[in-house]
């Protein structure tokens, strides 16, 4: 399979009850959906989420100017129509900043000819499936491209840039992901084989979730709608990741970021940006 040919394929705590705090998600009183798990068969994990508050908190993040819908997901998805994501390129790596990826100069100029060689022969070599299709074996594959990298560039980093060239396969695996499954911040960077071990289990986890709770994920993609026009342009890999990482961040207190910050955040009214490239005349 050509790159071409790819590119076309990329809580709160479970103790609180669910509240709208204002943000205005619609019920749907016929549905059975109360609640997501979002890390089934992991012990230590971030479990089961109230699905209102989970919805809450997608809106919440789309509408926020400064967060990664903005910067990584809306520019990404216009730059994959302009087909950026046929080729690996040196500055290829650049697009992990926009999720935060916090890269240094060392880490650039070690993206060399040789390392895109290798990650450009596992990307090409994944199964054209989504994540929630593929068979053991070929989660495997998905795991050894997601532990591709160097020291100082692992799982968190990289996989914020192969996640646009496969959005229906490659989640982000950061330390929000990786403490959301029960393991340390550092879980997908840190050791050798328990990283590959932590990869690949998460990778089925989340392959679970999208084969099992299809339809929580169905019944928050309708809601969020409502609210944010853009939200079918996304996978819903993405879309679980969005929901993962946001529900973990909400248990982080940090100076001037309170716990619940997304669940409780009044949004603005969505405006989409506009990413569309201007031509040098």
């Given at each position: ?7 076309k ?30 890390s ?69 100029a ?122 079918g ?5 993405r ?32 405006q ?9 005349q």
């Amino acid at each position: 399979m050509s790159l071409g040919q790819v590119a076309k394929s990329r809580g709160s705590r479970s103790t609180r009850g669910s509240v709208n705090h204002g943000i205005p998600i619609r019920k749907n009183t016929m549905s059975t959906y109360v609640q997501m798990d979002l890390s089934p068969g992991m012990p230590g994990g971030i479990g089961v989420v109230p699905i209102q508050d989970v919805a809450a908190r997608v809106v919440g993040y789309c509408t926020h100017p400064r967060s990664g819908w903005h910067t990584y997901d809306m520019p990404g998805l216009e730059a994959r129509r302009g087909g950026h994501f046929k080729e690996i390129a040196p500055w290829s790596l650049l697009w992990a900043t926009a999720l935060s990826g916090r890269l240094s100069a060392s880490d650039v100029a070690r993206f060399t000819h040789e390392f895109r060689s290798k990650l450009l022969q596992r990307l090409t070599a994944l199964s054209a499936k989504d994540l929630a299709e593929m068979d053991d074996d070929e989660v495997k594959a998905l795991a050894l491209l997601c532990r591709s990298g160097f020291s100082g560039l692992w799982a968190p980093k990289v996989t914020k840039m192969l996640a646009l060239y496969r959005p229906d396969a490659v989640p982000v695996l950061d330390g929000h992901v990786a403490m959301a499954m029960g393991f340390k911040r550092d879980g997908f960077r840190a050791g050798k084989e328990p990283r590959w071990d932590r990869i690949e289990r998460t990778l089925l986890t989340l392959r679970s979730i999208l084969r099992q709770q299809h339809g929580e994920l169905t019944h928050v993609r309708d809601q969020v709608a409502h609210e944010v026009s853009d939200i079918g342009t996304v996978t819903d890999l993405r879309l679980l990741d969005i929901i993962i990482w946001t529900s973990q961040d909400d248990r982080i207190a940090r100076a001037g970021s309170p716990t619940d910050f997304w669940l409780n955040r009044q949004p603005r009214d969505y405006q989409p940006g506009r990413f569309d490239p201007l031509p040098l005349q």
